[in-house]
């Protein structure tokens, strides 16, 4: 299992996963997440234009393909959810061998060692977990 959002530090670490999968021989699960901002406010409700989650698998099929290329050496299963990124990666966790994230995601602080995803990650996991590290300005 492999988080990913789309900020480097989530492409180095499907790179690593895929790195790791091809000496192991397991499948490569990337996950990406979608945040449903207006989910608890207290605002009229408003509907995304399309179907939010098939925009998500759309964006994360052509990142996956952008950087491992249209055939990688490993199975592919990509997933996507809808919910907290953090605890929905914890939760799709369970059963895995190894879950595997960026050390920074697109939020956050620029210079800070973990995010609050990869933290939460570590923190909570059902499984060991790999934090891959982007360079020093977050990039």
Known sequence: MVGVDGSMPSREALLWAVSEAAHTGAVVEPMMVWEN????????????RGDPLALVRQRLDLLVEEVLGPHPDVPIEPLV??????RMLVGAAKG?????????????????????VSFHCVSHAPCPVVVVRGEPDGS
């Open 37 to 48: 901002p207006y989910r608890e406010m207290w605002l009229p409700h408003v509907e995304p």
């Open 81 to 86: 959810a809808e919910g907290a990124p953090a």
């Open 96 to 116: 895995a061998d190894l879950l595997v994230v960026g050390n920074r995601g697109r939020g956050g602080f620029v210079g800070v060692l973990l995010g609050s």
